[in-house]
């Protein structure tokens, strides 16, 4: 079955790097778009970042540019988000997604196409 396992969250202060990880099975990785969400408390959930897979095209939510950075492994199943210079509001759990069409990463991101499969999410916290 599909399964998309988050890690890599915690306590940061402002200022500081986290780098999230989503290992992935049960699916054919290199086939499926993947990206990363957010959801703060009180606030609806937001696309962050979201990386195709044959043409491995790069998304990022223009205020975030700068920050952060999506990544992924192939051969390793895993999708990456490096994050730096984090702020008390980048507070939210992080989601991994993916979904099967492979080109339509920046539709994922906004929310067009809904990812076929979420992660449990990972929290990331952001305080001194």
């Known amino acids: 079955q599909v399964k998309l396992v988050e890690s890599g969250g915690g306590l940061v202060q402002p200022g500081g790097s986290l780098r999230l990880s989503c290992a992935a099975s049960g699916f054919t990785f290199d086939y499926y778009a993947m990206g990363w969400f957010r959801q703060a408390p009180g606030k609806e959930r937001e696309g962050i970042s979201c990386?195709?897979?044959?043409?491995?095209?790069?998304y990022l939510t223009d205020s975030m540019k700068g920050r952060f950075t999506i990544s992924r492994d192939n051969a390793k199943n895993t999708v990456y988000l490096q994050m730096n210079s984090l702020k008390p509001e980048d507070t939210a759990v992080y989601y991994c997604a993916a979904d099967p069409r492979p080109t339509f990463a920046r539709e994922m991101c906004d929310g067009i196409i809904h990812p076929s499969h979420w992660g449990q999410g990972t929290q990331v916290t952001v305080a001194s």
């Open positions: 990386i195709g897979s044959s043409d491995g095209r790069t």
